[in-house]
């Protein structure tokens, strides 16, 4: 049976586990994967399985997942985690509050504008502010006003200069949306600079210190993927790395640096080894019952639910109101349209990609399902095709290229099971079957 290594986030080992019952190691290009380990509660190192322990296969030391929850009874242990990866789903973006701003403090008879970002903070934390559109000619001494005219309204205002506190429902605040609005982190650069970008913000070095992840650092960028606006205001960030890894194809991953005793936040771009189309001189790996390595293809087309053409609301209302349209713009009977509602938004960046996104959710489908044989044939997964890759599939009267966006390894009686999920092309494979046998220890 493959060794299980138990360690700490200092990479002290804890225990090595040979003996279990079942074990599940799921990968995410995007999202944070899942692991889930069975084994008997007096088992040799079952004391070290408890929540915030990392753990890996011997033979994949870079695959690191964290254990969060553990059940123990006389006879079962079992516990569940995410990809190491998953520790940002600890946070959420907060936004820099040393953003573009303008406060403005009351003192010695005339209003001073306030950049000092540890000033801001505390002024809007815990000071009175007062919020409007015209700066009045006096204030009590000490008091701060916040400029409308240049922010958009995060804070509840009203037509009368008064106090006010943060709307963290955007939705029912009444909305003046400008690019520089206080309460975004906003930026605009490659998806790799998107992803680090985030990243530092939020789990490396955010303003904040108490909210850094001890340890960890990043690669630097290669500055790949296409230029766009992202903009974040306390969404989880692993929705945030989802909308960036899902746009535009690039994955994201916490691995283990050992000899530095770091972890190294880094971002992934799969290979091209697709069969079809241009390859770009990368080998090409193609899943088909004629490769020996798949076989009960199954094809399912659906239509019924999806959406062509998409007509977006942005900001303004009624005729003055920002519509934008996102598609292919079939005609006739193959057109069909949908509306969204896109808030205040008036950057047509911003409109082209929400559209975009929200119609890679009502595409049409073309879904091959497959048993594959791994360990059989002449691609196989870890040794010709890696998570992120784009492949070949093949059967059922299909042929196209998908990106493995998932994979779930499960070791148990002896087996091991291995299941992929494409994304592109809202292509599946499924039931990965493999007869395996091993030596019982490495």
């Not at 540890?118 to 204030?139: C, D, H, K, W």
């Not at 093949?394 to 148990?412: C, D, K, L, S, Y």
Request: some cysteine; glycine content about 10%.
């Amino acid at each position: 049976m493959e060794s299980l290594i138990l360690m700490r986030s200092d990479f002290t080992q804890l225990a090595e586990i040979t003996q279990y019952t079942s074990l599940t190691l799921g990968r995410s290009f995007w999202g944070v994967g899942a692991v889930s380990l069975t084994l008997h509660p007096k088992a040799d190192g079952a004391d070290s399985v408890q929540p915030g322990a990392l753990l890996f296969l011997a033979s994949q030391p870079q695959q690191v997942a964290i254990l969060e929850d553990v059940t123990r009874t006389r006879e079962k242990l079992t516990a569940t985690g995410v990809q190491l990866k998953g520790i940002a789903r600890r946070r959420i973006a907060v936004p820099p509050l040393n953003l573009p701003t303008r406060l403005w403090r009351y003192a010695g008879g005339q209003w001073t504008e306030v950049t000092d970002a540890a000033v801001i903070r505390q002024a809007l934390q815990n000071g009175t502010v007062y919020q409007g559109f015209e700066r009045p000619a006096s204030a009590a001494a000490g008091s701060y006003w916040l400029d409308m005219k240049e922010l958009g309204a995060v804070y509840d205002w009203g037509s009368a200069l008064n106090t006010g506190s943060v709307v963290y429902d955007l939705g029912t605040a009444q909305l003046r949306s400008k690019y520089q609005n206080f309460g975004w982190d906003r930026f605009t650069g490659s998806a790799e600079d998107a992803y680090l970008h985030y990243a530092m913000n939020n789990l490396i070095a955010p303003e904040d210190p108490k909210r850094a992840i001890p340890g960890l650092t990043a690669e630097t960028s290669r500055h790949r993927g296409k230029e766009l606006p992202w903009q974040a205001r306390f969404d989880k960030l692993t929705d945030v790395f989802a909308d960036i890894g899902e746009a535009k194809g690039l994955g994201w991953d916490i691995v283990p640096d050992y000899a530095a005793k770091r972890w190294r936040f880094v971002v992934l771009e799969g290979a091209d080894r697709g069969a079809y189309g241009n390859t770009g001189g990368n080998a090409i790996a193609l899943l088909s019952e004629e490769m020996g390595n798949a076989e009960t293809v199954t094809r399912k087309q659906r239509t019924s639910a999806c959406s062509t053409t998409l007509y977006i609301g942005g900001s303004g209302e009624d005729e003055n109101r920002m519509i934008y349209s996102v598609g292919n713009e079939p005609e006739g009977l193959e057109r069909r349209e949908l509306w969204a509602e896109a808030g205040s938004v008036d950057d047509v960046d911003m409109l082209q990609l929400f559209g975009e996104n929200k119609l890679a959710t009502v595409a049409a489908t073309d879904v091959l399902d497959a048993d594959l044989m791994d360990r059989h044939g002449a691609v196989r997964y870890g040794v010709d095709y890696e998570l992120g890759d784009i492949v070949g599939v093949a059967g059922a009267g299909a042929q196209m290229n998908a990106r493995i966006t998932e994979v779930n390894q499960t070791f148990e009686g002896g087996k091991q099971a291995l299941k992929i999920t494409f994304g592109t092309g809202a292509l599946t494979v499924g039931g990965f079957l493999l007869n395996w046998a091993r030596a019982a220890t490495r």
